[in-house]
């Protein structure tokens, strides 16, 4: 599997790298000074998690997927190469946190984009508290992470140009919650943890996290 991995990556990343100027320079930085946990981003476009996953290499980053990826070959076999996490979306919660547990107890950083839908824009759209759920059952803590450029990305490949694109990284945290958060108090949560992803972003991009990301958090205990 590590020559598979390493082979699937060197693809990956050179694709990438021709039709993309990529830095991520400071995310490889700040993961390799820190435990395996998740990893939570801006979902710009479709090349958001392969850039990460590739890019951060040899530094193990996977991902979720719903299990319906397995049923495309292709996707399944680079899927399974990175140990992605497959989720039955009609399974129990219960379940798709004891196998995100796993992979990060295994040294895989998780990486999440809790806005769900790519905002193709590069402006921070609302977040969903799922993230919430499952870093308070796995007791485990998050990175955020923040990229622009990659929304220019067909415009610039119609012009034959390659798009310059720039990853950010913040101080990693837990969240600070004894028990089960009523739905107000995971609406709380997931706006302290979308500021701390807007807070890295250009002001332009910060959306309707701009507020947030100036204020300070009630819900997050910074780990550095």
């Not at 399974?80 to 497959?86: D, F, I, L």
């Not at 547990?101 to 759209?125: D, H, M, W, Y």
């Not at 955020?144 to 034959?160: D, F, Q």
């Amino acid at each position: 599997m590590g020559f598979r991995r390493a082979a699937v990556n060197f693809i990956l990343k050179s694709i990438l790298n021709f039709v993309c100027k990529i830095d991520t320079s400071a995310v490889y930085e700040a993961l390799s000074k820190i435990k395996p946990m998740f990893v939570v981003f801006n979902h710009v476009n479709f090349i958001d998690s392969p850039i990460l996953v590739t890019q951060c290499y040899p530094l193990r980053l996977t991902g979720l997927a719903k299990a319906e990826t397995w049923n495309n070959p292709i996707f399944g076999f680079i899927f399974s190469t990175y140990k992605a996490v497959s989720i039955d979306r009609n399974g129990a919660f219960s379940d798709s946190f004891q196998k995100v547990g796993k992979a990060i107890r295994n040294g895989n950083f998780v990486c999440i984009a809790p806005e769900g839908t790519r905002s193709k824009t590069g402006v921070l759209q609302q977040g969903k508290a799922g993230i919430v759920q499952l870093a308070l059952e796995t007791d485990t803590p998050i990175i955020p992470v923040a990229h622009y450029g990659s929304e220019n990305i067909w415009k610039n490949i119609r012009k034959l140009n390659r798009t310059p694109v720039k990853f950010m990284a913040g101080k990693p945290f837990k969240i600070k919650f004894n028990g089960r958060p009523a739905k107000s108090e995971r609406e709380e949560i997931i706006s302290e943890i979308m500021g701390q992803i807007a807070l890295l972003l250009p002001k332009e991009k910060r959306g309707m996290y701009a507020r947030q990301a100036e204020q300070e958090c009630k819900y997050l205990e910074f780990l550095l």
